[in-house]
């Protein structure tokens, strides 16, 4: 089993749960959605406003994002695997309860943030997260909506709504829906 360090986990006042496997650690199962589900309903005309993730992506190419604090760069070809730049989209304020939910648990280091939808039967290729810029953070997913099974080599989890779940980006991962409904998950990063 790999080390992983989770002392972070005792800066709050929370009581969270922790289950370590090699390259998956669910944080807790227990976070009320609700609101976040219902804002990100409210506004679905916004799944559509930035398609280059799953446009440029072969992996995400069954996805629909939505930006909340991405990648930026004053030179517009940059490579997003090596910038360390970031910073939040027009979208950002028009999702209060997304991030309260993340800053909850991650009250500084937010790096990237997007909420990320799959539909039913579909899947994000295997794939692992190369560059500068992931070994400087760790990788999470806030489940909202649908299960989805969640693979990261060898292990394998079914993820259901409310989970909080770190894994391990840099080794060959994968997500599939095997649920009717949407899976949307709010992904982000954190720096280490």
Avoid: C
Wanted: aromatic share 10%.
């Amino acid at each position: 089993m790999q080390s992983i360090g989770f002392t972070w986990l005792y800066r709050s006042s929370h009581e969270i749960i922790t289950i370590v496997m090699n390259n998956i650690a669910i944080i807790t199962r227990d976070i009320d959605v609700s609101a976040i589900v219902k804002e990100i309903n409210s506004q679905p005309e916004n799944w559509l406003l930035d398609t280059k993730r799953q446009d440029r992506l072969y992996e995400q190419t069954n996805t629909e994002t939505i930006n909340l604090v991405k990648s930026w760069s004053p030179t517009p070809l940059a490579d997003h695997r090596n910038n360390h730049q970031y910073k939040p989209t027009n979208l950002y304020d028009l999702y209060p309860e997304t991030m309260k939910a993340v800053n909850r648990y991650f009250p500084a280091g937010i790096s990237r943030v997007a909420i990320v939808k799959l539909k039913p039967g579909k899947q994000v290729f295997p794939h692992v997260d190369d560059g500068e810029y992931y070994k400087a953070r760790h990788r999470y997913h806030l489940a909202i909506t649908g299960s989805y099974l969640y693979t990261v080599e060898d292990d394998r989890r079914q993820i259901n709504p409310g989970t909080l779940m770190w894994f391990n980006n840099k080794r060959v991962h994968s997500s599939y829906n095997n649920t009717a409904e949407d899976r949307i998950s709010v992904i982000f990063d954190v720096e280490i």
